[in-house]
């Protein structure tokens, strides 16, 4: 099998910033003819004299020419025709840097797109606004480049509602009079009936996935109750995502009055929602309510803490302005069992499978540094390949690893799903194939063990099909660093590019990989939990939805009072496949 083709899509790319002043050069001389043609009218006369004294050999200067062709007349017919080409394709020099540029970074644009399809493009559908310094985000508005566009549009009642927050929160935000206001009210304890802003306070809490999957359903919670989002950024949180909102930060000032409680909060705080339920501070018939409520939504949360998710209490939790949520959980599926909620959601999301996928690619935007990690380690190793396929490792197990069970549970899915292909244990000749695929194998895992495995099994074997397969893994950290900065910038980069491939293989109970499936729009094939060290059978399910899945979901029937099945009450909610008693958000009956 002639392998050059492949050598070729693995060289390093060129600079764009070079390749750009070389076709920028290669213009200039198409509009400026080189000047040993331009001939003055006597000196033309000459030559014309002297050629018909010397005519019989130019009868056969035509058949020297076609042989021999003169590199100055074939550099003036090339700049003719790339001026040509030019003059038929853009109107500008700009329209060109444009193009070309989109076009070298990730070689997914089509060329002969214009910039106004690429600026509709580069907004998601609308789904961003426009008007950001483009240099402070890069990612904002260049991740559109290494995706393929999303089947799945965001509805314009959504379009609709995003644009309304922004105001909202320019109007709110930190440091605004209106917010200044409200957090003279929190200091003095007492609410008055002046309310000009709410607020849900976010504290950072629990690993990057859990972050990223509670913060998407705290924004979402912000946008049914007209209450302006506020993050508590923790040790790196602005570290490692961009702004979303024009004008204001997203970010809790650091001289916030309550902030140093936020450690302290728990189960068992006076404070919290659950108890002053419990306790008989407030219920639906109390008049003055505290300045603020902590919302307890860890997974270790009592049976008043999930009261949260019935509409009564809504409607207390609705005359609170400050309310301060704690959560490792995704509780964003409980959201729709909510009546009062339930018709806003539907013209929200007319496809309940896409909420995070929209909200994730609105809110999360890699800073500079983490999309520096990312698109040189996608151009490095992924962008050349045919097809791009995600495997992500998470191993509860414990011990050291690699563990033999789980590399044979990830062969066996791979292999009979035909994500990879198998290889020639026996060294035997396979017929090469007419149009082989180069595949990138992108593993993420602490440990680097499965990799070395997959990796030497596609080096040392060729593959029954004549694709050839790279495996690559950007890092090994061992073992969770969930404080450390460059540890969770390494584990932000490696979920988005595993969302930029084409199939993904993600672990059980990992929201690691519900972060990289949400974001990429893709329904992973789920490697399900071993039992007893062994790989199980099927080694993996392919999932109903893209949806993350909320791992501990209350089940109670606010109406009657006593237990139920919440996975049984609509039909796009259903239990998730990698833990039977979760919820996760799949396409209705009438969206299939």
Known sequence: MDLSSFRRRLSPPNSTDQRLSELELELELARTPPRRFAFGNMRL????????????????????????????????????????????????????????????????????????????????????????????????YQSFLYRKTSPHKPSPYLLSKLRNYEDLHRHCGPHTQSYNKMVEQLKSGQTTSSIDCKYVVWISFSGLGNRILTLASAFLYALLTNRVLLVDRGKDMNDLFCEPFPEKSWFLPLDFPI??????????????????????????????????????????????????????????????????????????????????????????FPQKEAVFHLLGRYLFHPSNHVWGLITRYYQAYLAKADERIGIQIRVFDTGTGPFQYVIDQILACTQKEKLLPEVDMHESVVMPSENPKLKAVLMTSLNSGYYENVRNMYWEH??????????????????????????????????YLLSLSDVLVTSSWSTFGYVAQGLGGLKPWILMKPENQTAPDPPCRRAMSMEPCFHAPPFYDCKAKKGIDTGAIVPHLRHCEDMSWGLKLVNGHDEL
């Open 45 to 140: 006369t000459k030559i014309f004299a002297a050629c018909l004294i010397v005519l019989p050999f130019l009868v056969t200067l035509p058949l020297i020419l076609r042989h021999q062709p003169s590199d100055q007349i074939l550099r003036f017919a090339d700049a003719r025709v790339l001026e040509s080409r030019v003059q038929s394709n853009v109107t500008s020099l700009n329209d060109v840097r444009i193009k070309t540029k989109y076009v070298l970074m990730a070689g997914s644009v089509n060329d002969h797109a214009q910039p106004a399809d690429l600026h509709k493009d580069k907004l998601l559908g609308g789904l961003l606004a426009a008007g950001f310094d483009e240099d402070s985000c890069l990612s904002r």
């Open 259 to 348: 902030t140093g409680q936020f450690n302290g909060f728990n189960r068992e705080s006076p404070q919290s929602h659950g108890n002053m339920l419990k306790n008989n501070f407030i219920n639906t018939s109390t008049k003055s309510l505290p300045s603020y409520l902590y919302l307890h939504l860890v997974h270790d949360y009592q049976d008043h803490d999930k009261l949260f998710f019935c509409d009564g209490d809504q409607a207390i939790l609705g005359r609170v302005p400050w309310l301060i949520m704690k959560t490792d959980n995704y509780f964003l599926p409980s959201l729709f069992l909510i009546p009062s909620f339930e018709h806003e959601l539907s013209k929200l």
């Open 462 to 495: 060729p593959t029954m099909t004549g694709d050839v397969v790279g495996v690559y893994q950007p890092s090994h950290e061992e073992y969770q660093q969930t404080e450390k900065k460059l540890h969770n910038r390494k584990a932000w980069a490696e979920m």
